[in-house]
Nanobody, 121 residues
Framework: QVQLVESGGGLVQPGGSLRLSCAASGSIFRINDMGWYRQAPGKERELVASIANGGSTNYADSVKGRFTIFRDDAKNTMYLQMNALKPEDTAVYYC???????????????WGPGTLVTVSS
């Protein structure tokens, strides 16, 4: 009953910027922690950035100073602002959220289908 949908991916040149969005919809009582993951060809999926319900954030060392994660709880939406993009950032980016759908149920993880980011000249 919960859907996560990413948007904003595409082709960008090295040094360019993109903003990814993740919109959650469905039966939502509360969204706890959220995060962005990515998976490049031939590599394992890795955590890029996370943000807690209270707003605290964490970033992978490879994106610190370049990426910013933030959320708009009124819209059930999370964003990833990506600046100074490098070819190594090329990957499918996935949205993840821990969602509580009912007062008597514990939160569980949901995933979006992913959006492709390609950084190339």
């Amino acid at each position: 009953q919960v859907q996560l949908v990413e948007s904003g991916g595409g082709l960008v040149q090295p040094g360019g910027s993109l903003r990814l969005s993740c919109a959650a919809s469905g039966s939502i009582f509360r969204i706890n922690d959220m995060g962005w993951y990515r998976q490049a060809p031939g590599k394992e999926r890795e955590l890029v950035a996370s943000i807690a319900n209270g707003g605290s954030t964490n970033y992978a060392d490879s994106v610190k100073g370049r990426f910013t994660i933030f959320r708009d709880d009124a819209k059930n939406t999370m964003y990833l602002q990506m600046n100074a993009l490098k070819p190594e950032d090329t990957a499918v980016y996935y949205c993840n959220a821990a969602v509580k759908i009912h007062v008597v149920l514990s939160a569980r993880d949901y995933w979006g289908p992913g959006t492709l980011v390609t950084v190339s000249s």
